[in-house]
Nanobody, 127 residues
Framework: QVQLVESGGGLVQAGGSLRLSCAAS????????MAWFRQAPGKEREFVAG????????YDVDSVKGRFTISRDNAKNTVYLQMNSLKPEDTAVYYC????????????????????WGQGTQVTVSS
C-alpha cells in the first residue's frame, strides 16, 4: 500500500523557519517528480515547489522564491521542503505529492499531474 507521510509542520513566528519532510513507502518513488502543494482555509490547493526524479530540476512559485528550497533523498524515498523567512500568508496545510509519469525532465505545477498525496501537515505562521 502506497503511503506518504508528512511531518515537520507547526506554529512559528514570522521570520522563522521550518523543515517539512515527506516519507514515502509502499513502492519506490525515485523515478518520479515529487512536489509540495498547500491549501489555506477557503482557498484552492496550490503548487508550491517541485523536484524532478534526478533532482536536477526544481521549480517553485514566485511567492516562495528565495525562501523555500525543495530537495529529495531517493535512497530514503523522502522529499523535503526547507522554509525560511516565513510569512503569515504561508499559513496553510502542506501536502506532498508524487507525479504520475516517470522520468520527467521538468516539473508540472498542475494538481492533476500528481496521483499520490499525503495527509497534510499544518503550518501556521503568526505575525
Amino acid at each position: 500500500q502506497v503511503q506518504l507521510v508528512e511531518s515537520g509542520g507547526g506554529l512559528v513566528q514570522a521570520g522563522g523557519s521550518l523543515r517539512l519532510s515527506c516519507a514515502a513507502s509502499g513502492r519506490t518513488f525515485s523515478p518520479y517528480t515529487m512536489a509540495w502543494f498547500r491549501q489555506a482555509p477557503g482557498k484552492e490547493r496550490e503548487f508550491v515547489a517541485g523536484i524532478t526524479w534526478s533532482g536536477s530540476n526544481t521549480y517553485d512559485v514566485d511567492s516562495v522564491k528565495g525562501r523555500f528550497t525543495i530537495s529529495r533523498d531517493n535512497a530514503k524515498n523522502t522529499v523535503y521542503l526547507q522554509m525560511n523567512s516565513l510569512k503569515p500568508e504561508d499559513t496553510a496545510v502542506y501536502y506532498c505529492a508524487v507525479g504520475r509519469r516517470a522520468l520527467q525532465t521538468s516539473v508540472s505545477t498542475t494538481l492533476e499531474d500528481y496521483n499520490y498525496w499525503g495527509q497534510g501537515t499544518q503550518v501556521t505562521v503568526s505575525s
